[in-house]
């Protein structure tokens, strides 16, 4: 698979993973997370800086600005952080929860 269509399979698991999350339905949201870090996986073997990666901050759909920023993090820091204290700020419910917990554990150094 190359990198274009991993990133797709990512974005798409992303969000079955973080909506069913929030639906309360762990079975669907725990495969879709494997499927995402699978894929992510392979798409670090092909993109070793995550540099392709980084157009997942501008993505449409929260959700995958949640995630890209959450595996951006030890590469390109200061546009995961950014991109967080954005979601965090947001009134989205969910999503602003999630991008504070993420920057606290980053910040206390409990995230690699």
């Known amino acids: 698979m190359n990198l274009e269509s991993l990133i797709e399979k990512y974005t798409e698991q992303t969000i079955i993973h973080l909506e069913e999350s929030w639906n309360g339905n762990s079975t669907i949201s725990n495969k879709a ?32 600005q949640l995630g890209a920023s959450f595996h951006l993090l030890k590469q390109h820091e ?33 995230l690699k």
């Open 33 to 64: 997370r494997r499927k995402r870090m699978k894929y992510f996986e392979q798409i670090k073997n092909i993109d070793k800086t995550l540099d392709e990666f980084l157009i997942l901050l501008n993505h449409e759909n929260e959700y995958v």
């Open 78 to 110: 200061k546009q995961a952080v950014n991109k967080l204290l954005m979601l965090k700020d947001s009134n989205i419910g969910g999503v602003a929860f999630n991008a504070k917990m993420v920057l606290d554990q980053w910040q206390k150094g409990h």
